[in-house]
């Protein structure tokens, strides 16, 4: 009895070890405030990040005069997920890495038309619409690779010094060597009743080569690790005041040129259910009465509770898209989020429909290749220089990535199977292509404070390494059909709204 009075409890317990529960963390090896071989291996390797002073011209999309800012915040709030509904409908964690939004306050993984035009959202002016990102993190390990990687090269280089200086020091300690014990000895002799009176002539006659060149070993060993000491210092005071100033919200600027930055929207902005331009949400597709019916599940759309969904993300282990995902750090806010409609130099533009989907870049560049890739990372006072890398930016200056959307729309098709070929982008020129219709073209353009030289990362995929060139956005039309009027009207007449 007492055997099987045991069996049973261990057979309890078992089953209370397997309760559902969410991954464990597959990279939980890797501190990033530590750094060391598991962190290297998550990528960026440091030869993804590039001097922004070194970086040719942008080669962005070439637009119109006229131009519409939707201004809806920087995600104050922390709306976050790791979810992707445009490309990976219904399903949670579906990106694999953690997505920033404003507007619409209900996007997720779940979400469909009518469900977003009836939720709120952050926009001053009603527009329902989902914006989103994937987020950037402080990665302070990066900047401990790059230190680690430059004592390295001053120990080859040191090494290398080494064999040179005793093959020239041998042979004059060799010849010197006979000379001294012949010319020494006698002398010591005659001068040992004086060397009372003699202490300082030991110090500085008695070791004239040797004693010089050993000193200045000294000295050239002494130099890096002073050196290594002032790096730490200084990586410890940029990344205290950068982390402040990225992470709490308060309206700070930081320092001149910070070009274009000035002018993005620094609002905390409130969910709002009235606009200027009228009433919001009823003019295309039906609500259902609230419900989140229809949309590519069809049924009704799952609560919280109900699909398991993750914890919201954070920095604890089981934060999932995260860091059981290989995306680890500090998440950054953006210190700025510009959202701009743009025109098209060739023609007037036409009414985007509502629940238009939208995506550019892609999130898997590393291993697809450059073909869909539209990375373009940049600096604040910089931004008519952009790359495919990391930018290494000034003191000063704010990194900022460019996310130029396509705006070439086929005249039918809210969506298409691979998402791209309903609405294309124009050519170098700005033309759309024939066939197409030109529809106001999104650029976002996100910035943000960060320590000096390799010191973040995009969240990405786990293969993807967090290169640079898989940065990416997403946007999911649901403005009211008057403002998408009204913006058509204000590009058209060349205006900036």
Not at 194 to 203: G, H, I, L, T
Request: hydrophobic share 25%.
């Amino acid at each position: 009895m007492r055997k099987r009075a045991l069996a049973m409890a261990g057979a309890l317990l078992a089953g209370s070890l397997i309760l559902p529960s969410f991954p464990t963390p597959a990279f939980a090896a890797c501190d990033p405030r530590i750094g060391g071989a598991e962190c290297d291996a998550l990528g960026p390797a440091l030869s993804d990040f590039v001097d922004i002073r070194r970086v040719g011209r942008a080669n962005g999309v070439v637009a119109g005069g006229g131009s519409f800012t939707s201004q809806c915040g920087r995600n104050e709030r922390g709306h976050r997920n790791s979810d992707n509904h445009i490309v990976a409908p219904g399903v949670t964690n579906g990106a694999h890495h953690v997505h920033d939004y404003v507007g619409n306050v209900t996007t997720n993984g779940f979400s469909t038309d009518q469900s977003l035009a009836a939720g709120g959202t952050t926009c001053r002016n009603g527009d329902r619409s989902a914006y989103f990102w994937p987020i950037l993190r402080l990665r302070p390990d990066l900047r401990l690779q790059g230190q680690n990687n430059n004592q390295n090269n001053q120990r080859q280089q040191q090494q290398q010094q080494d064999p040179n200086q005793q093959q020239q020091q041998d042979p004059n300690q060799q010849q010197q060597d006979p000379n001294q014990q012949q010319q020494q000895d006698p002398n010591q002799q005659q001068q040992d009743p004086n060397q009372q009176q003699d202490p300082n002539q030991q110090q500085d006659p008695s070791a004239p080569p040797q004693q010089q060149q050993q000193q200045q070993q000294q000295g050239d060993q002494a130099t890096p690790n002073d050196q290594a000491v002032n790096d730490q210092a200084a990586q410890q005071g940029d990344q205290s005041v950068n982390d402040q100033a990225g992470n709490t919200g308060q309206e700070q600027q930081a320092n001149a040129g910070n070009g274009t930055a000035q002018s993005f929207s620094r609002q905390q902005p409130q969910p709002q259910n009235q606009s200027r331009f009228g009433n919001r949400g009823n003019n295309g597709g039906n609500n259902n009465g609230g419900n989140n019916n229809g949309g590519n599940n069809g049924g009704q759309q799952p609560q919280p509770g109900q699909t398991g969904q993750p914890p919201r993300p954070g920095q604890d282990g089981s934060e999932i898209g995260g860091f059981a995902d290989g995306n680890v750090g500090q998440i950054l806010t953006p210190r700025a989020v510009q959202l701009q409609f743009r025109g098209n130099r060739f023609s007037r533009v036409v009414a985007m429909p509502r629940f238009l989907r939208v995506i550019t870049g892609d999130a898997k560049a590393a291993t697809n290749g450059p073909a869909n890739a539209r990375a373009q990372w940049t600096c604040s006072g910089f931004q008519n220089r952009a790359s495919d890398k990391y930018p290494i930016c000034p003191r000063g200056s704010l990194v900022m990535r460019i996310l130029d959307f396509p705006s070439c729309w086929d005249g039918q098709n809210t969506d298409s199977a691979n998402h791209r070929t309903h609405i294309v982008f124009p050519d170098q020129s700005g033309r759309c292509p024939q066939g197409t219709q030109a529809v106001p073209q999104l650029r976002m353009t996100l910035a943000y404070a960060v320590p000096q030289g390799a010191s973040f990362a995009v969240d990405a995929f786990p293969e993807q390494k967090h290169s640079p060139i898989t940065d990416h956005a997403d946007f999911h039309n649901v403005m009211p059909n008057n403002l998408m009027n009204f913006m058509v009207q204000c590009i058209n007449r060349n205006r900036r709204c």
